[in-house]
Every structure is written in C-alpha cells, then in structure tokens.
C-alpha cells in the first residue's frame, strides 16, 4: 500500500493496524507530502516503491 499522508479522504489514522488485517506480507510505504493521488503528487516515489516491491523474493 502506497499512502499519501497529506490525504483528506482516507487520513494517516486509516492506516494504523492495516497489517491485521492480512493474512500475507504487507508493505505499507507513506509518502509525506503526498495526497490522495499519491501517484501524480510523488510519481518517482511511487515508482521507485513498486519497482522495490515486485524485485522481492517472493516466500
């Protein structure tokens, strides 16, 4: 999960205990001066986390 922390749709609160939740890994990446559309606010961010993610080991 990728989060913008300046999002007023879905606040930094939303995210405590996500990792309760699942029942596999989660990645939670915060981006500080992101909003909702974490994605168009921090694109190399996002970018770089993804590419991150998908060269990990897998279990």
């Given at each position: 999960?990728?989060?913008?922390?300046?999002?007023?749709?879905?606040?930094?609160?939303?995210?405590?205990?996500?990792?309760?939740?699942?029942?596999?890994?989660?990645?939670?990446?915060?981006?500080?001066?992101?909003?909702?559309w974490v994605?168009?606010?921090?694109?190399?961010?996002?970018?770089?986390?993804?590419?991150?993610?998908?060269?990990?080991?897998?279990?």
């Amino acid at each position: 999960m990728i989060h913008g922390l300046k999002d007023k749709a879905l606040g930094a609160a939303a995210l405590n205990d996500n990792w309760q939740y699942t029942t596999r890994d989660f990645t939670l990446v915060t981006v500080p001066g992101a909003d909702h559309w974490v994605q168009e606010d921090a694109s190399p961010i996002v970018t770089r986390a993804m590419q991150d993610w998908l060269r990990r080991p897998l279990p």
